[in-house]
């Protein structure tokens, strides 16, 4: 586990966000001694011995801790694919949307979607809409650094906003039950991943910026906004796309 964790000088305690030079310190011989936090006298990341399963749960439960290991002192790269699959899951809700609803106890098969032109168009439209969502969070967070003559460190803050939005649209996943049981309850489904989505930004936008929730609160209805916006235009990106 311990090899896996970043190296550098960005490292942050996960109980109170402050810096910190190392998570643990090698004497040699298999001899390993795990770093404190030089503010709260905490262990600086109690993470680096855990499972991922672990960490994974505390993660789906919006514990901070484990917000600050995986977007602080672990290497993420996989945030990308991701980010595929929740569009994908995505384009199938909009689609099952948009077509005509089955009946009680009828569901189509998922496959017989991913045939379809129709759903990558979809898939196109989700993909746009997470762009906004994103555009509209880090935008507004640009904006704020370059007013207040901040942009010293907006760099890497910025790349982790954005790995940490990605990250956050994994609710999306809801998407792969609702299949496999054949739910037929698209709204239901669409207001939990939006409700897992916007927590989980929240938390992800108050973990990285250090700021209270109302303003990650903020952040994240100027990220609805601009998607709401780019979703009126769903009429017009459908018949640029030939979408039948």
């Known amino acids: 586990m311990m090899n896996e964790v970043m190296q550098g000088d960005t490292f942050r305690?996960?109980?109170c966000?402050?810096?910190?030079?190392?998570?643990?310190h090698d004497y040699g011989n298999g001899i390993i001694k795990i770093s404190h936090c030089e503010k709260c006298k905490q262990v600086v990341d109690k993470y680096?011995?855990?499972?991922?399963?672990?960490?994974?749960?505390?993660?789906?439960?919006?514990k901070p801790q484990a917000y600050r290991h995986v977007l602080f002192n672990k290497v993420i790269t996989f945030h990308w694919r991701v980010c595929?699959?929740?569009l994908l899951c995505d384009a199938y809700m909009k689609w099952a949307h948009k077509s005509?609803?089955?009946?009680?106890?009828?569901?189509?098969?998922?496959?017989?979607?991913?045939?379809?032109?129709?759903?990558?168009?979809?898939?196109?439209?989700?993909?746009?809409?997470l762009?906004?969502?994103?555009?509209?969070?880090v935008g507004i967070c640009f904006l704020h650094s370059a007013l207040s003559n901040s942009r010293e460190h907006w760099?890497?803050?910025?790349?982790?906003?954005v790995k940490a939005l990605l990250l956050s649209s994994a609710g999306k996943l809801l998407v792969i039950p609702v299949v496999i049981w054949g739910e037929t309850h698209i709204y239901t489904t669409l207001l939990l991943t939006r409700l897992?989505?916007?927590v989980a930004s929240t938390q992800a936008i108050t973990v990285i910026l250090d700021c209270p929730h109302i303003t990650s609160i903020s952040l994240i209805g100027c990220g609805f906004i601009t998607e709401a916006l780019v979703s009126l235009l769903t009429p017009s990106i459908e018949s640029i796309l030939f979408v039948s």
């Open 13 to 15: 305690c996960i109980e």
């Open 196 to 198: 897992f989505m916007a």
């Open 131 to 137: 762009l906004a969502f994103i555009a509209g969070v």
């Open 155 to 161: 760099k890497a803050r910025s790349s982790r906003l």
């Open 84 to 86: 595929i699959v929740c």
């Open 17 to 24: 966000g402050f810096s910190a030079r190392e998570l643990y």
């Open 100 to 129: 005509a609803a089955p009946t009680e106890g009828e569901s189509k098969p998922f496959l017989t979607y991913a045939l379809q032109w129709d759903f990558y168009a979809m898939f196109m439209i989700a993909g746009l809409e």
């Open 48 to 62: 680096v011995e855990f499972d991922p399963v672990i960490v994974l749960l505390d993660a789906l439960l919006f």
